[in-house]
């Protein structure tokens, strides 16, 4: 089974702290994604990635980046931390997909995190 | 970008209704996919559904793509199928889903 693994479930910073969610998969996947879930809003896409040091801008990047050194971390990074980026995070991954092929999203179990 | 539409957005049953769920999008897809958030948070996968008709026990989905949506079928409901769906679909050739704003559903006892 694939994995995905976010390395903390409950995250409180202040303020203008640098913050940085991690994620880690391990099943060799090329794409890997940042989404933010808001009540009402559904899931948004911040930030993904097709590879190794390789990242796009998805829907709502402002105020975040990433990181890919390695194929199986992504990092999310809040360079300074606002309270409207109180939120929940998920990471997921898949292998790249072709036209009529699938290729699941595999997702880690999220990171709230509170910004006071 | 594609624009996805859940409804309805909020749902109660009783144990052991049945429920239908909706997604339409504003342009054609070659993948859509069905997710369960769990009341703790986790996102599993349902369905891979871009066309045709799946069943998976007391769960079923059809997607009519030339009308642009999908539908999720939910028999004889339990308190474990509570939770958010959420619809996700994509186009061309790589995957980048879009998200629908999900349907949250509270099956009581």
């Known amino acids: 089974d694939v994995k995905v693994t976010q390395s903390s479930r409950y995250l409180v910073k202040r303020t203008g702290e640098k913050v940085f969610l991690e994620c880690v998969q391990d099943?060799?996947?090329?794409?890997m994604f940042w989404y933010r879930q808001d009540p009402g809003l559904g899931l948004r896409l911040i930030y993904f990635?097709?590879?190794?040091?390789?990242?796009e801008k998805g829907d709502i990047p402002e105020g975040y980046s990433v990181s890919r050194e390695k194929k199986e971390r992504f990092s999310l990074i809040l360079e300074s931390a606002s309270t409207n980026q109180t939120s929940m995070y998920l990471c997921?991954?898949?292998?790249?997909?072709?036209?009529?092929?699938?290729?699941?999203?595999?997702f880690g179990n999220g990171t709230r995190l509170t910004v006071t | 970008g594609i624009q996805v539409e859940q409804s309805p957005p909020d749902l109660i049953l009783q144990e052991g209704a049945n429920s239908t769920l909706r997604c339409n999008f504003s342009?054609?897809?070659?993948?859509l996919q069905w997710f369960h958030q769990n009341p703790w948070g986790q996102l599993i996968n349902l369905f891979y559904?871009?066309?045709g008709t799946k069943q998976n026990g007391r769960l079923s989905a059809t997607t009519v793509a030339t009308e642009r949506y999908s539908l999720l079928y939910i028999s004889s409901s339990q308190t474990t199928d509570s939770g958010v769906y959420f619809c996700?679909?994509?186009?061309?050739?790589?995957?980048?889903?879009?998200f629908g704003r999900g349907t949250s559903l509270i099956v009581h006892p």
């Open positions: 997921a991954s898949s292998l790249p997909a072709t036209v009529g092929s699938y290729s699941p999203l595999h």
């Open positions: 996700a679909v994509a186009r061309g050739g790589s995957y980048i889903p879009t």
């Open positions: 342009d054609s897809v070659n993948n």
């Open positions: 990635s097709y590879d190794v040091k390789m990242k």
């Open positions: 099943m060799d996947h090329e794409n």
């Open positions: 559904i871009p066309s």
